[in-house]
């Protein structure tokens, strides 16, 4: 039994689509109700001690879905963030990106830039939003960091570690995710997280987004804390106190 609760949670947000469309609404009305979700689950990360949520939000392929349901997307986005800043105050949350947030609108960017100031000196939970994220890219632009840092001098080829690679990545700075949820009951990671999930505990629900809970939650994490980690190690070696 692992006692502790993650200090950072990874959550891919999947099925506000379906959960539209088994209702008979448009797919907007999902990704409504998906914000409802959202909003909870922070509260209840804020309540719960986490030290790091990160919500793929939209992903750097995203952007090839209808016009009409990315500037939906952006809009709500836009409206969340407004609309949030005085909880996320109340909560002490900071408030992160990553991915190439440059590519959103400049109006959705402003305010994703002045709510990531207002809230930078909050020191509880950290929300991380992905933006126009890919986990390939972020691995790509790590990497031509680091050949920019080797062909200026900076850097020898034979420094180059893992820890040079995690220091270039978007997530610098952050941990590695302990637990990835992820709802609609598909299996994949869907160019998330991709280096920093090596370790990562999966936990899949059948549920829709717009539907995950904060009971939902609270059963994720309390599977988490059933699993036994090992990294590669033995159950005897773990026990022994490896790692
Ligand atoms: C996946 O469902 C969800 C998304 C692509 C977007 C997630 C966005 C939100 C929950 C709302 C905005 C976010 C914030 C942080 C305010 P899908 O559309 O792929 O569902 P489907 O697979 O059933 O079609």
């Known amino acids: 039994m692992n006692k502790t609760v993650p200090r950072h949670i990874a959550v891919i947000m999947d099925g506000n689509g379906r959960w539209a469309r088994e209702r008979g609404l448009p797919r907007i009305a999902g990704h409504r109700a998906g914000v409802a979700a959202v909003r909870s689950v922070v509260e209840e990360c804020a309540r719960h001690g986490i030290g790091y949520l990160t919500l793929f939000a939209f992903s750097r392929e995203n952007w090839q879905r209808p016009g009409d349901e990315v500037t939906a997307l952006m809009e709500l986005l836009d409206i969340f963030l407004k609309k949030e800043l005085a909880t996320l105050k109340k909560n002490n949350v900071r408030l992160k990106t990553i991915g190439h947030s440059d590519d959103l609108p400049p109006a959705v960017l402003k305010t994703l830039k002045s709510v990531e100031t207002d809230t930078r000196s909050h020191d509880g939970l950290t929300l991380v939003l992905a933006l126009s994220y890919s986990g390939k890219q972020d691995i790509v632009d790590a990497v031509r960091k680091i050949c ?12 180059v570690s893992e820890i040079t690679v995690e220091e270039h990545l978007a997530t610098k700075g952050i941990p590695e995710p302990d637990l990835l949820i992820r709802t609609s009951g598909e299996m994949r990671v869907s160019n998330f997280l991709l280096w920093q999930t090596a370790y990562t505990e999966f936990y899949v629900t059948d549920k829709f987004w717009p539907d995950f809970s904060a009971d939902d939650l609270k059963e994720a994490i309390d599977e988490f804390r059933k699993r036994e980690r090992r990294y590669g190690l033995t159950s005897d070696q773990m026990k022994a106190g490896g790692k």
């Open 148 to 159: 920019e840092k080797i062909s200026s001098g900076e850097l020898a080829l034979e420094d």
